[in-house]
């Protein structure tokens, strides 16, 4: 049983595939198991939205882990096209949220004035300003401009990772399922996938919702379903990420819209349902009056794997140090992908001594 691998992947949606890249742009020899196909998971039904003031307003550790990993991002993406040699559709102009009702718009206007005062541009303005900005839009009764955010095409990003990922030397095993993941004696990990058994110093669990099944002690994960849509945009031009109380919608460069998302807790069934489609449908049609002569191009469902306290896990897992887990990213695994790549190469290749590390450790 040979050791021709510094570290073994179990999973390859976008926190594997983030991890394989920076640990092989380390110099570390990558190979990454997939039971599906690469990016088949919670991946490939992700819209790509970058929030973090919005996804993360309400709890102090994701606002922390979410912003320093927006912060990340420029260079993120810069270097995945380099070392892929491919483009990223990437946008960071901003999220417009929308309040249609007076709590709502008495909340964004509050959580403006605090992003102002933490140092971030936050811009409450009325409803006929906001639709000026946004002639798609229904008028709302206000709406919160945060220019920071943005959005990205997961696809793209995914396939830039796989890429670089592979032109500094990782391998990708699809339909192979990764078992008996178990840490030996010598400090290093075996694992099965058919009937081969194979070592590494490190693996690294970044299964998503199955990450808990898969090794030992591995940390509770919840499977969230999201179902998202993706529209064929004739209305007029939208600039910005549109986020409503019961949708959001992400306008790609080509005319497409994602719409989104619903937030269910199904068990493991990722399929999409008639009544969610349906009250995303709904929701989009009372946000753009224009969204009926949309063309329906696709629906798409994935499960968010979710912690107790909304934090992912990226640690050793407890008493077995060769096992790391990265999972428990929930609505952010595109957002976190930056920060929890560089985090999972430092404690596969060194200390594991980021200060964000105590926010996602597994005991904490
Ligand atoms: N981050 C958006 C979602 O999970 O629906």
């Known amino acids: 049983m040979g050791q021709e691998w510094d570290a073994i992947i179990v999973g390859a949606g976008i926190v594997g595939l983030a991890a394989g890249r920076e640990l092989a742009r380390r110099g570390a020899r990558i190979l990454i198991v997939e039971q599906q196909t690469a990016t088949s998971g919670a991946t490939q039904a992700s819209a790509g939205i970058l929030a973090p003031h919005i996804e993360a307003s309400g709890d102090d550790a994701l606002h922390r882990l979410t912003t320093r990993s927006l912060g990340l991002y ?70 919160l401009f945060i220019g920071a955010h943005g959005y990205i095409r997961v696809a793209e990003l995914t396939a830039g990772l796989l890429a670089a990922a592979r032109a500094g030397g990782a391998e990708l095993l699809e339909h192979r399922k990764a078992e008996a ?34 090794g030992p002690a591995g940390p509770a994960v919840t499977p969230v379903r999201g179902q998202l849509l993706e529209l064929r945009w004739t209305g007029p031009a939208i600039t910005r990420v549109l986020w409503s109380e019961d949708c959001y919608i992400v306008p790609w460069s080509d005319g497409r819209l994602l719409v989104g998302a619903t937030v269910e807790e199904a068990g493991f069934d990722q399929w999409n349902t008639v009544a969610g489609v349906r009250a995303l449908l709904e929701a989009a049609c009372r946000l753009l009056p224009a969204a009926g002569s949309a063309t329906f191009m696709a629906a798409r469902a994935g499960l968010r794997p979710r912690s107790a306290d909304g934090v992912p896990f990226i ?30 190469a430092d404690l596969v290749l060194g200390d594991g001594a980021d200060p964000a590390l105590a926010l996602t450790a597994l005991a904490r």
């Open 74 to 143: 420029d260079a993120f993406v810069a270097g995945v096209e380099q070392d892929a040699g491919t483009t990223i559709e990437y946008g960071r102009r901003g999220t417009l949220e929308l309040a249609t009702t007076a709590g709502a718009a008495e909340r964004l206007a509050a959580l403006g004035g605090t992003l102002e005062r933490a140092g971030v541009s936050a811009q409450w303005m009325d409803g006929a300003e906001a639709a000026r900005l946004e002639p798609a839009i229904t008028t709302p009764l206000g709406a």
């Open 181 to 214: 993941i178990t840490p030996q004696d010598d400090g290093t990990v075996t694992l099965r996938i058919g009937r081969k058994t194979l070592r590494a110093p490190a693996v690294v669990i970044a299964a998503g919702s199955w990450s808990g099944l898969v």
């Open 315 to 344: 640690g050793r897992a407890p008493g077995h140090p060769g096992i790391v887990y990265a999972t428990g990213h929930y609505r952010n695994g595109v957002l976190l992908a930056p920060l929890t790549a560089a985090l999972v």
